[in-house]
């Protein structure tokens, strides 16, 4: 495989993406996103509406990939928006693959949050475990999967899942747990003392994931996944929100008050979810091995720069 069409181009995990690619000794990285990409990120992009079915059509024909990755996907807004951007652009991307170009595969990505409330005795969570997703995110990813392993089985194609836990890393968007502590962190050191940070719950168990990590598990998924099967991209390790907060607030070396905040909760939040990636061991040759530490100090010291820019 020589060419990669990347899209949600514009996004947090298609920044780490790109780069991994060209490293594999991928000859052409190629990306579409309804935003514009950043520049010299790519070989060459284009602005699309991808849950518009032409729009994907026009991208998957003129670029002609060998791999596509596909990261389009809206996690907080509006119901009919995320149930958009995730699932309906999944299925325009398989229908166009299967009317243009069969053999080209594909790497959709899923989520942690497919599984929904996982019983602490079936945990860490395996791919197998039925879920039961809560929220209208995990019900569209959890839509997303059952439209791969259909396409393999029916359609013959070559559509694999891989399903990242919480992601971490220089980037990370306040649309994700870490980079939402981030930036109220971030705000909270722009202003004046007394310095307090207002922040949703704390008490629940998560298992994060460095973004690294994450790409080389969605590279490899592309190289020997198998059709129609997903892949946890885990650390099989829980940590509470709140030990992150803490962490966090280290790093800013400043003294900064925590308030709990009620209505910061998201809804449908489950309370501990934590992955196993047995099967990306044994299938993929994938493990996790960015520590964790090491990722939490990269992305708040990134986000420096990141905030700054922000409110320019």
Known sequence: MTVALVTGAAGFVAQHLAPALRNKGFTKILGADIRPTRQGVFDASQVADLTVKSEMLRVVESFAPDVVFHLAGLVNTFEDSIRA????????L???VRETSPLTRIVL???????GEVPLDRQPVEETFVG??????GKAKAAVSALAS?????????????RPFNIIGPGVPSSLVVGAIVDRLRRTLAGPPPRSARIGKTTSIRDFVAVEDVVEGLILAGERGKP??????CTGVGRSVAEVLAKLILLTREGIEVENDPSLVREMETNALVGSWRKSQLELDWSPHVQFDVSLRATWEASASEFANSIV
Do not use: K, W
Not at 85 to 92: G, K, P, Y
């Open 85 to 92: 951007s995730n699932l309906d652009t999944a299925r325009h």
């Open 94 to 96: 398989i229908e166009c």
């Open 109 to 115: 990505v899923g989520s942690a949050a497919e599984y």
């Open 132 to 137: 039961n997703p809560q929220g209208v995110y």
């Open 150 to 162: 259909h396409a393999a089985a029916e359609d013959g194609l070559h559509v694999v899942v891989a």
């Open 228 to 233: 129609g099967a997903a892949y946890n991209l």
